[in-house]
Each structure stands twice: as structure tokens, then as C-alpha cells.
């Protein structure tokens, strides 16, 4: 960077500094700035957009264009070059810009005599924020160095645009950011209705000091927190680390970024220009997060991730914000975070009252946490994480998968009445609790609920369910960090067993791999983990788990009935290999003298079509069967129950799956083996209408959903509902939903 630019930047900056300070209203502020920039930078025109909303960018102020067309000239995100360099986030640097594609002419600003634009996105951490533009009349392109300090300006543009610095008050103008009201549409992960406040999984780091006058300190500053952060990494490798080799990968990148001297060398630059060292951090972080939604390359994509990660330790380091914020868990806590697994989000335990997502996926197991825990949850909620603010109050429609961001009263209002509507349901399904499922046509269907904590056990008497047809025994294993003990999971065994008080738990043997994944235990680098090396499979490879956990639950009987059951068995000789690990297990308890359960019965998990198949001595010789509809359908569909882009894309109530289903009911029932649905499909009143037609006569459900499925069922006759599915199949539809849907509402 030669000298006079630099100190050019550096001067520029010195003024913004000067501007910001002043205590004048944002209107005031952006045309001062607008006004420096354009004098320092000798161009005609220098302009600042700003997102109004997510898709419209409004001309906020201006140096050169006509003033009346300040907030009356807007734009769509892709629209024109300034809609281009929003989208793109990169910037758009011209000669002639009329005779450049997609320019779009604006009378109203009397731009058509600037020939040059140069346009540089005002974004903070990949989030784009508005845009800055300087024009001139010569038709030339803006040098490097003229575009380095446009970006470090505007750099300093987006920390102001976060913190609100150019908040316009008069009416029509934009409003704080971070303060207006936001509704985000996603998609439906568990239903149910919450208003509480935001609770963020990774607070946002604040730079309240983007410019500094004192680049020796910056430096001094940004040193010293590298410093502390080789100090961390070396640490994280130390050998009191487990020395666990994909870990130690990563922290070696971690160190090889912490000892790069062309990162260092950038962020002093940037200080030498005028920046904090917060904000060349971030200037820095900026580039590698745009680069990351860009890279395709996926060792490339993962380095910049891991640099992003580095990034941000370095951030807390500077600003003294540690990860865990400190911010105080508000009541009714709303969680907010881009992703979480079940071990995470179990170790929030049952204070949240709604979960929001970024990303995740309606089959991942944080969904059934939250599901069973009865949480709202809304998933692929775009921009959650950048608009909300710890504290911030917000409504979650987990009905509509909508998520109202600081509502305005009306809103509220309106979301309060259908709170209490809600709770009015409710008390329809509390007072046929203690009644049994049964159909108009004398049916009744066994409704048991899925488990997997001991807190869900007081459900067993709230939801009325007839006993837990799933009990996720792994869920006990992803809440700890580090593998328990045998005594320990026997009393646990134990103490469910007592909760349930005499009624029927299926325990299922642990299901790890997937999506669910043992901080404690090695990971495995899968390419497709859910068809991976996982449950009953890990069980008989690594036997050493599955026999303690066997010991653990015949100790915990001790003298009682017991059920238990073995995940993803694909083929019989997996059943039986498992059950002879049972049946040694039960042995040896023998041996030691302790009491045996009075009653055994064990049974597999039919989660894979080739279990269908299976011969008839198998169908004979389980005890039971549970079908896993979330994994059974994922396969017969071939469609990954975590990925929401073909998750839907096959109805439950498909024709051909129907028909699956009905062969593997009349399989059971020739070798009269007791079969239960379990997935979360069972849990829908539809869906569970349909099951229970085709022949299912115990279905196992998440415990908020037993009252509206009771009502359901207690309202039909599963005759009539069987002759309505076959004329839908004998119509040649796709899917008897319709049919179904249509029959109901006839109903009344
Ligand atoms: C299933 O696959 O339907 C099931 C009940 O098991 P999980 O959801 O825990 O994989
Ligand atoms: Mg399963």
C-alpha cells in the first residue's frame, strides 16, 4: 500500500471518527459521512444504501445525486449494479457503468451523467448490510488502493449500521436495526405456540470501537490476544487432551492459522489503516465467510471454517467476551442457534420453552428431543441468528413454522388468543385421558409414548399413555461426557421402572451413530453415516456397551417384567446374535445369584426394508416387533430423513408404502408377534388414523401427541376408514391423504 493512500485512509477514518462521535441524528450523520467520503475520495457522488428489508435496498444518503430521491429510491437485492453488489457481496468497480449489464437507469437521482461507479458491499461477517457507492464523471476504474479504503470505510459502516448509529427517526425512515419487528417464516419442526425471549446458543460478538487513532496500541493489542490464543491452541493439544486424531487435525489448522504471518499481516494492515484490532479481525473474518459460501471445495470450505472458528476466539479474546456470555437465561427462554445436536441441546435440559433453528432438519434427533420434550420448534428459520439479540421477545408458532422477532402489539394480541384457544384443546384431551383409544367400530388401539430421560416420565400418567413403547436409552448416554457407569445406568433402569409403576417400558438398546454421537467416543468420518456403522451393528462389533447396558436393565427388573429391544436389526442373524448376548447376559446373572426379571421379552426394530423380508422363523421367534417409521421410511424412500429438500418429497400415506406396511401387519399376524408403530409419524392423529385402519393395534407416540390422537381415533369408525383407503387405492392415487382428509371433514 504506498504511503499517501494509506495515510489517506487513515485521515478518511480520522474524520468518520470525528462524525461518528457527533451527537447528531442518524439522518444527519449519514450525510456528513456521505459528504466526507466523497471530498476525500475526489468523486462526485458517494451514496449509502441500506436494507429496508430483507429483499429492498433504500437510498439512505447521498453526496451528488439529486437529495430528494433520499429514502424514495429503492431497489430489489440483485437489482441494478447496487442490487448486484448486495447479492454478490463483492464489489462492482466500472468505468461505464451505463453500458454495464443489468444497470438500471433512476431519473430520479439524476445518476445518468456518472460514468464510473465503484461499489463496495457494507457487510458484517458475511451478513450483507447495504451498500456503499462513489461515482464519478471521468470514465475510469477505481484503483486497488482507492478500493481498499473504500472497503475498510464501509467496514466501519456496517459495525455503525449493527449498532444502530444510523437510525432515522422521521416517519417512513428506516428503524433501528435490531429493534424493528422481524417475521421469519421456516418450516415446522414440532408443533405448538411459546411467546418467551431469546436465548442464544452463540451470543454475537460486539465491536463497539471499529476505528482507532492509536495504530501502535491496535497492534501492541491484536498481538498480545494472538498471543493468548497460540497459548490456547498449544494447550488443546497438550497432552492432557484425549488424543483424538481428527481432533488434534483440526487443531494443528487451528495453529496454523494462529502462526500465519500473511493473517497477521493483514490484520495490520487494516490497523495501520485506521481499524481497530477488533475490526481487522472481523474485516478478515468477513473475507473468509464470503469465500466460504463461495468455495465448493470442500477441504477448502472446511479451513475457512476452521479459520472462522479461530476468528471468533480471537474476537472474545479482544472484546473480553467469552463464549459463555454470561448473558443470564431469561425467563421462557426461546433458544436460538444455527444448529444443534442432541447432546447439546439436552444439556439445556427442559427450561427452554421453544427452540428456533437457522438450519437442522425435522428428523435429526435434536428434533425428537424436542419433540418429546413437547418444545415449539421452529427449523430453517433464515437470518434467526443474525437478527435476534439475547433478551429479545419473541412468539413461535410451531403450528405454521413462523417466528414473530420482537412482535409489534397487535401481533402479540393476536398470538395470546390463540395461546389460550390452545390451552382450551388441551383441557378437551384431559378429560378423555383415563379412557381408552377405542373406535367407533370396537377397535382400540394401544397408545404408548416415546421416552428417553427421566423427566419424561411423569408424561406416562399426564399424556395417559398405556406404557413407553420406545424408551431411547441412548438419550441418557449423549447427556453425559463420558461413558456411565453400570450401577449408574441399573439405578437409572431402576428408577424408570418405578415411575412407570407396573406399566410396560420397551427399552431400546443403544442407537449411536448418525446423527447421534458420543463426545466421548471416537468419531467415525462416514460418508453416509444413518447407513453407516451404527446402532445394533456397533453393538456386536464393540459388544463391551451393549453387555453392560443388558446387565444394567436385568439388575434394574430385578424381579419385575422386562422389555427390551435392539435398534436397526437388518437381518435375523443380527436378532440373534443379540439375543444370545441377552441370553449370557442373563446367565451370568444367574450365576452371581441375583435376582432375574419375572417376565422377559425381547424384540427388534424393523427400521430397514430387508427385515420385511426376513423368513418366517424370524417373525416367529421375536418376541415383538417395533417398526422405526422414521428410519424404515427414510429407506423405503430413499430419502434422508434429516434432509428437508426430499424429507417430504414422499408421503407417509403413499399408496406403496401402505402396502409395505400392510405386508409386514399380515406377517405379524400369521406368527402372532405382537408389531407397534414408533415413529413420529405415529404421533400425527392422521397418520395414526390410517396405521390404526391398516391393522395397527399399539402405536407408540411422542406424549403430547396421545390426547389429540385418543380424540381422534375415539371419533371414527376404523371400518368405514379402511373401505375409504381402498377406494382411494383402487382410484390409483398417489397418496390416500386426500381421500382421507376429505372423509373427516365430512365427519364434521
Ligand atoms: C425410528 O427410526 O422410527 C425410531 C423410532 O428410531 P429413531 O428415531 O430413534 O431412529
Ligand atoms: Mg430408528
Not at 476505528?211 to 497460540?230: K, M
Not at 479474546?317 to 426461546?334: C, F, H, K, R, Y
Amino acid at each position: 500500500m504506498p504511503e499517501r493512500q494509506e495515510s489517506e485512509s487513515r485521515k478518511l477514518l480520522g474524520r468518520l471518527r470525528a462524525a461518528l462521535a457527533e451527537t447528531s441524528a442518524g439522518q444527519a450523520r449519514l450525510n456528513h459521512i456521505v459528504s466526507l467520503i466523497a471530498t476525500s475520495m475526489l468523486t462526485e457522488v458517494c451514496s449509502i444504501y441500506l436494507f429496508r428489508d430483507a429483499e429492498t435496498l433504500e437510498l439512505c444518503a447521498t453526496e451528488g445525486l439529486k437529495p430528494e430521491s433520499v429514502h424514495k429510491t429503492r431497489m430489489r437485492l440483485g437489482e441494478g449494479l447496487v442490487g448486484r453488489t448486495a447479492r454478490t457481496r463483492t464489489v462492482v468497480n466500472t468505468a461505464n457503468a451505463p453500458g454495464e449489464k443489468g444497470f438500471r437507469y433512476m431519473p430520479e437521482t439524476g445518476e445518468e451523467r456518472y460514468s464510473s461507479f465503484c461499489g463496495i458491499p457494507i457487510q458484517r461477517l458475511g451478513e450483507a448490510l447495504g451498500v456503499l457507492v462513489v461515482q464519478s464523471k471521468a470514465a475510469r476504474e477505481f484503483t486497488a488502493d482507492e478500493v481498499y479504503a473504500l472497503e475498510v470505510v464501509a467496514m466501519v459502516l456496517a459495525e455503525m449500521t449493527e449498532l444502530g448509529a444510523f437510525v432515522v427517526g422521521d416517519a417512513g425512515a428506516l428503524s433501528p436495526r435490531h429493534q424493528r419487528p422481524v417475521m421469519i417464516r421456516g418450516t415446522i419442526g414440532q408443533e405448538g405456540s411459546v411467546a418467551g425471549r431469546v436465548y442464544l446458543h452463540e451470543p454475537r460478538v460486539v465491536v463497539t470501537n471499529p476505528i482507532s487513532d492509536d495504530p501502535e496500541r491496535e497492534v501492541i493489542r491484536l498481538r498480545e490476544a494472538i498471543d493468548t490464543l497460540r497459548a490456547a491452541v498449544d494447550g488443546m493439544l497438550s497432552s492432557e487432551m484425549p488424543v483424538d486424531p481428527e481432533q488434534v487435525q483440526v487443531f494443528e489448522t487451528y495453529r496454523m492459522f494462529a502462526n500465519s504471518k500473511s493473517w497477521l499481516r493483514r490484520m495490520e494492515e487494516d490497523i495501520a489503516n485506521g481499524l481497530s484490532a477488533e475490526a481487522a479481525v472481523e474485516k478478515e473474518q468477513s473475507l473468509a465467510r464470503s469465500r466460504m459460501s463461495q468455495a465448493s471445495d470442500l477441504y477448502l470450505r472446511e479451513r475457512l471454517h476452521d479459520l472462522d472458528d479461530l476468528s471468533n476466539r480471537l474476537l472474545r479474546i479482544l472484546t473480553g467476551q467469552g463464549s459463555d456470555t454470561g448473558a443470564e437465561m431469561p425467563e421462557n427462554p426461546v433458544l436460538i442457534a444455527r444448529n444443534i445436536g442432541p447432546g447439546e441441546l439436552l444439556e439445556y435440559g427442559r427450561t427452554l420453552k421453544g427452540i428456533v433453528l437457522e438450519e437442522g432438519s425435522v428428523g435429526s434427533h435434536a428434533a425428537i428431543v424436542a419433540r418429546a420434550w413437547a418444545i415449539p420448534l421452529v427449523i430453517h428459520a433464515t437470518g434467526i441468528t443474525t437478527e435476534a439479540l439475547n433478551g429479545n421477545a419473541i412468539l413461535v408458532d410451531g403450528d405454521q413454522g413462523i417466528v414473530h422477532l420482537r412482535p409489534e402489539e397487535t401481533v402479540r394480541k393476536a398470538f395470546d388468543e390463540k395461546i389460550a384457544m390452545q390451552a382450551r384443546a388441551l383441557e378437551r384431551y384431559v378429560s378423555i385421558r383415563d379412557l381408552p383409544a377405542q373406535a367407533l367400530c370396537g377397535s382400540v388401539v394401544a397408545l404408548h409414548m416415546n421416552a428417553g430421560l427421566m423427566a419424561d416420565l411423569p408424561s406416562l400418567t399426564g399424556s395417559g399413555a398405556e406404557g413407553v413403547g420406545l424408551f431411547r436409552t441412548e438419550l441418557q448416554f449423549l447427556v453425559r461426557n463420558k461413558m456411565p457407569q453400570r450401577a449408574e445406568l441399573s439405578a437409572l433402569y431402576s428408577r424408570v421402572m418405578d415411575s412407570a409403576k407396573g406399566k410396560r417400558v420397551a427399552f431400546r438398546t443403544l442407537d449411536i451413530g448418525s446423527d447421534k454421537v458420543l463426545s466421548y467416543m471416537k468419531p467415525n468420518d462416514e460418508p453416509n453415516p444413518a447407513m453407516g456403522w451404527r446402532a445394533i451393528r456397533v453393538g456386536l462389533d464393540k459388544p463391551g456397551v451393549l453387555r453392560m447396558q443388558l446387565q444394567a436393565l436385568i439388575r434394574a427388573a430385578a424381579g419385575r417384567p422386562l422389555s427390551v429391544m435392539f435398534p436397526f436389526i437388518t437381518q435375523p442373524e443380527e436378532f440373534r446374535a443379540a439375543r444370545a448376548e441377552f441370553d449370557k447376559a442373563m446367565a451370568r446373572e444367574t450365576i452371581l445369584g441375583h435376582p432375574l426379571p419375572a417376565k422377559v421379552e425381547v424384540g427388534a426394530m424393523l427400521e430397514t426394508p430387508s427385515l420385511a423380508f426376513a423368513n418366517d422363523r424370524f417373525f416367529r421367534e421375536v418376541d415383538f416387533i417395533s417398526l422405526g417409521g422414521n428410519d424404515l421410511k427414510q429407506f423405503f424412500f430413499a430419502a434422508d430423513r434429516e434432509n428437508e429438500r426430499v424429507r417430504r418429497r414422499y408421503d407417509t400415506l403413499d399408496v406403496s408404502f401402505l402396502s409395505f406396511l400392510e405386508m409386514i401387519i399380515a406377517r405379524c399376524k400369521a406368527a402372532d408377534t405382537p408389531l407397534s408403530f414408533c415413529g413420529e409419524d405415529a404421533g400425527r392423529p392422521i397418520e395414526a388414523l390410517v396405521f390404526a385402519a391398516l391393522g395397527f393395534r399399539m402405536l407408540s407416540m411422542r406424549p403430547a401427541s396421545v390426547g389429540p390422537v385418543k380424540h381422534l381415533l375415539r371419533r371414527v369408525n376404523l371400518t368405514e376408514a379402511k373401505a375409504v383407503i381402498d377406494a382411494s387405492r383402487a382410484r390409483g392415487d398417489q397418496s390416500v391423504r386426500g381421500a382421507v382428509t376429505e372423509w373427516l371433514a365430512g365427519l364434521g
